[in-house]
């Protein structure tokens, strides 16, 4: 069936959408499924998918342009990755790492110290996801420094387990109901170049990025916030559930001094950038950042569960039983990294920067068209578009960016928000210029279905 649907190249859909099987699947997902995972208005149960085709239970196919939130890099099912898990979970599936040892942990640590924006030598704790990759930073960062408070930024999204949401502050959603924050974690607005949160006074002549890196040192480190009680600044060098907003230059480069000067520690959180999302392998590559921990996951293994804290190998001298993970690092999750990263080295990263750019040469020609796109923005596949009302008037529109990704999903396109009014791109790194245009075609004609 996805060999004829494939023929077409383009979307097709059959049914109303969600179609009757659709349906049923929900209704059970309702009355038995935690009801607080976040799902947008549209609602696609998927059956199964090849490349950047997902094919739903009523035999509808769409155009992927999410990769299930910016996670199968190398597109759905790759053959290569399939036929690493299959050989894999022949040979082991599990052996807890935290016990015993095999192979595959140092070989993906050796290989992840050769490409992290991290200085060399790194050591390399595995996870099973985002947020626990980052809690493994957190306390890392508390253990070496003996420090435990923390700098974050408003619209980021680092997880939601106690620790990592004392930094999240995407959406009230993710904090309402649960008191006050674990960590001591104070936040400084994010320097959004496109909305600049910061006074003319701040910024001097250096833009919002001089705001923020004001905002540190002039306030907080001479307010409520002593420098030399801070373990670690925490960024995300292009927020993503904030909307998809790449760090302005100057900015992180800024961070890095402050760091160095305070003896804090640099984390960068690359859970949505990294893994050849921005054109590069870390998004820290553009910014030629080096941070002192790094966190993973996502894009690493295809769609098995992995997340990755790499350190520099000086700060990670915690004693056994300090921190460690059952499952974390099972050996199939890594046969998939180790063959995700060879597909992005080999052709994946490339191909993200120079299809990315197709994209968002696309996206600009319909900024030019619609007047109701305020701001297209991002390196390589991970490009942010925001809604407003008029562009001289920025006025976020929310309204209208819920019904563009509603309109897309029903012509056959996955696409989903982040941010108060923007809708990210984020589709696998195999995407290509034909797959651009069919989905530019669907994207610019929900758009004008959505304006009212
Ligand atoms: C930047 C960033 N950090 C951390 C996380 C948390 O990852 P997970 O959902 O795997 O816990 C996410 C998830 O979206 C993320 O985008």
């Known amino acids: 069936m996805m060999a004829t649907a494939f023929a077409l190249k383009k979307p097709q859909i059959k049914t109303e959408l969600p179609g009757p099987k659709a349906r049923s699947i929900i209704e059970a997902d309702s009355q038995f499924v935690n009801p607080a995972y976040p799902r947008p208005a549209f609602k696609l149960v998927a059956q199964r998918a090849a490349g950047v085709w997902v094919e739903d239970v009523d035999g509808n196919l769409f155009l992927d342009c999410n990769a ?35 192979r595959q942990m ?6 992840l110290d050769e490409i992290v924006p991290v200085a060399r030598p790194t050591k390399t704790h595995f996870a099973n996801s985002g947020t626990e990759a980052v809690e493994t930073a957190l306390k890392l960062a508390m253990h070496a420094t003996g420090r435990e408070k ?19 502050s995407s959406k009230i959603a993710q904090r309402i109901g649960f008191k006050r924050q674990a960590l001591d974690v ?22 919002a990025a001089q705001g923020a890196l004001n905002w540190i040192e002039n306030r907080l480190f001479k307010t409520t916030t002593p420098a030399e ?22 900015f992180l480069s800024g961070l890095r001094r402050i760091c160095d000067e305070h003896g804090i520690l640099l984390i960068v959180d690359e859970v949505q950038s990294g893994m050849g999302r921005t054109g590069k392998m870390f998004a820290s590559d553009h910014y030629d950042l080096k941070a002192d921990i790094v966190c993973i996951a996502k894009g690493i293994a295809s769609g098995l569960p992995l997340g990755a804290c790499v350190s520099r190998a000086d700060l990670m001298d915690w004693k056994p039983g300090a921190h460690a993970s059952t499952f974390g690092g099972n050996p199939v999750a890594i046969a998939a990294a180790l063959k995700t990263i060879e597909l992005l080295e080999r052709e994946l990263v490339a191909n993200s920067a120079e299809v990315g750019a ?32 008029d562009r001289s008037s920025k006025q976020p529109d929310p309204e209208l960016r819920d019904r ?33 245009d069919v989905a530019l075609e669907i994207f610019d004609d929900a758009i004008a279905a959505s304006i009212q």
């Open 150 to 168: 923390f700098i974050a930024f408003f619209g980021s999204f680092h997880g939601r387990t106690l620790g990592s949401l004392s930094l999240t």
């Open 68 to 102: 299930g939130v910016a996670v199968c890099s190398t597109g759905h099912c790759h053959p290569e990755v399939v036929a690493a898990i299959q050989e894999q979970a022949a040979q082991l599936i599990h052996m807890c790492g935290t016990d015993f040892y095999y």
């Open 106 to 111: 140092p070989e993906l640590a050796e290989k």
């Open 358 to 389: 197709y994209l968002k040469s696309g996206l600009e020609k319909l900024k030019d068209k619609h007047n109701c796109i305020g701001d297209v923005r991002g390196p390589g596949l991970m490009l942010g578009v925001e809604f407003v009302t």
């Open 404 to 436: 563009v990704e509603m309109a897309s999903f029903e012509r056959g396109l996955i696409l989903l928000g982040a941010g108060p009014n923007s809708i990210r791109w984020s589709p696998p790194l195999i995407l290509n210029r034909e797959n651009v």
């Open 186 to 207: 104070v936040h400084v607005p994010y320097p959004n170049d496109y909305r600049n949160p910061f006074s003319a006074e701040d910024c001097g002549d250096g833009g």
């Open 229 to 250: 009680e801070v373990a670690a600044i925490v960024i995300e060098p292009v927020q993503g559930e904030g909307g998809y907003v790449p760090s302005p230059k100057g």
